[in-house]
């Protein structure tokens, strides 16, 4: 071979070479492209199906406590026994308790003793008052008849037909019955105002008497809140008081968990743009091996988690690093009691939610 064909020949695998260059360059700048593309869930590679793991499985779990003070007599329940609607859960001492509502039933009856009382003094007052009322009349009459024999006893005393004595005497006896109106008419008065000052107390009774039957009503329901009784149907957790323990009111018992479930799923901020209500779900469950489960989106939370915290971040000071929220989003549970009696309050799930009706 000549030093032209071999120059010749350098040159066109030096040529060759470039283009070779050229395709990796652009090959690899493609799978970049197409690797942020994918990454970013853009398209060619945007999903209908939006997934996440940081959901749980939720229940309305109460907490059950007293309302009163005492010491625990019974203990029926053990842990995590199904009960209905109105089982007794634990009792309380309730003898002083009765006690209290005996002490209140005795109080009413006193205080509407003392309103039958009442009543009676109110009768006695008109009667007095009726009684008075005749006084007064035969008062005046008495007065009426002194004024006559006064009148005729002056005109015999002026023709001389009397002595001045007798008219003297007469005088008195019109003056005595005078007086005796007045005093007539001033114990009536007094009679009267005893009956006023009767019916007033009487409001004043009647108030003590509803305020005895509230405190009576009081005594019956601190009575029966002595047995601690299931609020509706479902399972209790762990009994953490056992026969004897003293408990105040708030002490936590134990807890009861209906048999309603639901899932929380919080998802990204980024992920919501076509997550609708009534889009169907499917789920799995950590705990039962994986088992599949579908549901509908029920209903999304108005804030983000953070917003709903005791304490929230103020992202006004210092350095800032943008971290994406997260949004609850409840979903309803589409299966057979059996089935999601299955379901425990807290299990972990992973969610998948199907947005292509969003997207129709």
Known sequence: MSQQDAAKERANTRSNLRVLSLFSAAAIGLVGVLVI??????PPFT??????DNAYVR???????????????????QDFAMVKKGDLIMQIDDRIYRQRVDQ?????????A???????????????????EAALASAKALDLKAQADLKRVKALTADGSLSIRERDAALATAAQNSASIAQAQATLEMSRQDLQTTIVNRAS????????????QLAQI???????????????????????????AGTRLTSLVPSQRWVIANLKETQLANVLV???????????????????????????????????PDNATGNFVKIAQRIPVRIRVDAKPDEIATLRPGMSVQVSIDTREADQ
């Open 37 to 42: 593309l994918y990454a970013w869930k853009l």
């Open 47 to 52: 999903r209908h199906t939006q997934f996440t």
């Open 59 to 77: 229940g309305q779990t109460t907490f059950i406590s007293p309302q009163v003070n005492g010491y625990i007599t019974e203990v029926p329940v």
């Open 104 to 112: 209140a039933k005795a109080t009413l009856a006193m205080k509407r």
């Open 114 to 132: 003392a309103l039958d009382n009442n009543l009676q003094q109110r009768k006695s007052a008109q009667a007095v008052i009726a009684r008075n």
């Open 205 to 216: 009774l009647q108030a003590d008497v509803e305020n005895a039957q509230a405190a009576l």
């Open 222 to 248: 601190d009575l029966q809140n002595t047995r601690i009784v299931a609020p509706r149907d479902g399972q209790l957790g762990q009994i953490s008081v056992r026969l004897g323990a003293y408990v105040t």
């Open 278 to 312: 009534g889009q169907p779900v499917h789920f799995t469950v950590d705990a039962l091996n994986g088992r599949s489960f579908n549901g509908r989106v029920e209903s999304i939370s108005p804030a983000t988690g953070v917003e709903f915290s005791a304490i929230s």
